[in-house]
Structure formats: C-alpha cells, structure tokens
C-alpha cells in the first residue's frame, strides 16, 4: 500500500485479555518501529525491527509485551493479560532504513475495560 | 539517557504571525533530527528531517536549524495560518551509546486563530 496500515484502528477488550495489534509497512522498508503514545505525551518507543530481528527491544515494558516480524514486512504486536495501563494508542513506523525519515501508521487505539 | 525537551508546551497565535518553536536534547551525539505534525486522532507526519551535518532544511514555510552541539533545534513557522493548529513534536535519532531509535519531545500544541 502506499502507507502505513495498521488494524484494528480501535480495539476495546476487557481486563486479563490478549490482544494483538497488526502493521503492515510500506513496501520495501526494512525498518519497523512500535511506539505508544498516551494523551498529551510524545511517543514512547517500545521496540525497533531491522529485517525479521528485533534490533532494540529496550522500549518493551514488561514480558506481557511482545512483537514479531517473521518475514521481515507484516509485524504484530501482542499484549498478554492486558491491564487497564495498557491503554493507549500504538503507533506503528517504517522506514527504508534506520536513520531515515519515518513514516506513520494512523494508530491503534487499546481500550482496557 | 537521551531526553527531549519541546518548549513551550502550548502556543495560541492570531493568524499571519510568524513563531518559532523549541526543542532541546541532552545527548548530542545525534544522526539526526526530525520535526513531525500530529492532528488530534491521527498519526504523525514527517515534515522536516535534518541530518547532523547540516544546519538547516526549509520546506515552504517552515524551516528548521540544528545547533547539534549545545543540543538545539529551533522550527520556525513564517505568516501562520488556522491549518498549521497542530501538535509539534521532534524526534532526536540515535546518542552515544548507539541508541539506534527516534527519541520524542512531548510535543508544543499549536492553535492558530482566525
């Protein structure tokens, strides 16, 4: 596609749940990056893809948080036993290469209920 | 660790000012820096990317300087309009220890009156 895509644009799940949160990168950039950003906040990295390995995965908060990139385009990112502090709108970005602009997906918006 | 700083946080302007919006880093060992604009609900949209040799990139009226070494960057913005009311934010790429990531400021909130 000629952006980023991510889905769901909206996602209300109840307390304890999984949830998976999905980002397809524009074609042909090798780098991936997942951000959250919470009102009123810059974003806040969470992990950064180059190819199918996570080259920094420093920004995950906790083991409930993990992101794969199997073949090096579509990544997911998954959230195991959501809690209510997870809410938040996860971004999604790539580029053609790591130093270099980003682009950005219009976000996942995580309701925790 | 590397942190931003956006001043201020919040702007309102009368349409046809001319502003400049603030933002500091602490680590200067940078690759680059980019300015975004985030609409409320959406995502971000690079609007200027400027690379650690450089001092400065302009794109119609906006223009933006990188003073790498005391950790500043400055987005000036000639004869605003309502259009530009927006969420600013800059991101810093990379630091001394090889952080190979974009760093966010929090952004300057920007409303531009009719």
């Known amino acids: 596609g000629a952006g980023v895509s991510q889905t769901p644009s909206n996602k209300v799940t109840e307390k304890g749940k999984y949830v998976e949160l999905r980002c397809d990168p524009i074609?042909?950039?090798?780098?991936l990056y997942w951000y959250r950003q919470s009102l009123g906040q810059g974003p806040e990295f969470l992990i950064y893809?180059?190819?199918?390995?996570?080259?920094?995965d420093s920004g995950l908060p906790n083991d409930r948080f993990f992101a794969v990139r199997p073949e090096g385009s579509v990544s997911t990112l998954k959230i195991q036993r959501t809690e209510r502090g997870d809410s938040a709108v996860y971004l999604c970005?790539?580029?053609?290469?790591?130093?270099?602009?980003?682009?950005f997906g219009e976000g996942s918006w995580l309701t925790v209920v | 660790k590397q942190e931003v700083t956006q001043i201020p946080a919040a702007l309102s302007v009368p349409e046809g000012e001319n502003l400049v919006l603030n933002c500091s880093f602490t680590d200067s060992a940078i690759y680059n820096l980019q300015w975004f604009r985030q609409d409320p609900g959406k995502g971000l949209t690079s609007l200027l990317l400027?690379?650690?040799?450089?001092r400065e990139q302009t794109s119609g009226r906006l223009n933006a300087s990188l003073d790498k070494s005391s950790g500043r960057s400055t987005l000036y913005i000639a004869a605003s309009q309502p259009g530009d009311s927006a969420t600013y934010l800059c991101a810093v790429f990379g630091g001394s220890s090889g952080t190979y990531k974009y760093i966010f400021g929090t952004g300057t909130r920007l409303k531009v009156l009719a």
């Open positions: 074609s042909g950039h090798t780098a």
């Open positions: 970005a790539s580029s053609q290469a790591g130093a270099d602009t980003i682009y």
């Open positions: 893809f180059q190819g199918t390995g996570a080259a920094d």
């Open positions: 400027i690379q650690s040799s450089q």
